[in-house]
């Protein structure tokens, strides 16, 4: 199977689009026309994946910030709590 990326839709796109500085004010406006073009990426599940994987800090990939991405990796580090009483 090709690279994914080569399957990607923003691979057309102004990489600079895709890692806004920040995340409010202009930022926010960026982020979310990022976003818009992840929507129908054929790729957007392989692409979160990668960055999930290498653990990128920055951009959005899969249509998803990079403090959406903390906060997924943070949920998944918390072991599952149960509710039965100790014996």
Request: hydrophobic share 35%; proline share 8%.
């Amino acid at each position: 199977m090709p690279d994914w990326r080569h399957q990607a839709l923003c691979r057309d796109e102004d990489p600079e689009l895709f890692f806004p500085v920040g995340e409010t004010g202009p930022g926010a406006v960026q982020l979310e026309e990022a976003k818009k073009i992840c929507t129908g990426c054929p790729v957007r599940a392989l692409c979160l994946e990668f960055a999930l994987d290498s653990r990128q800090q920055d951009g959005v990939w899969g249509g998803i910030s990079a403090e959406e991405r903390r906060r997924m990796r943070r949920r998944r580090a918390w072991p599952a709590t149960t509710d039965t009483p100790a014996a």
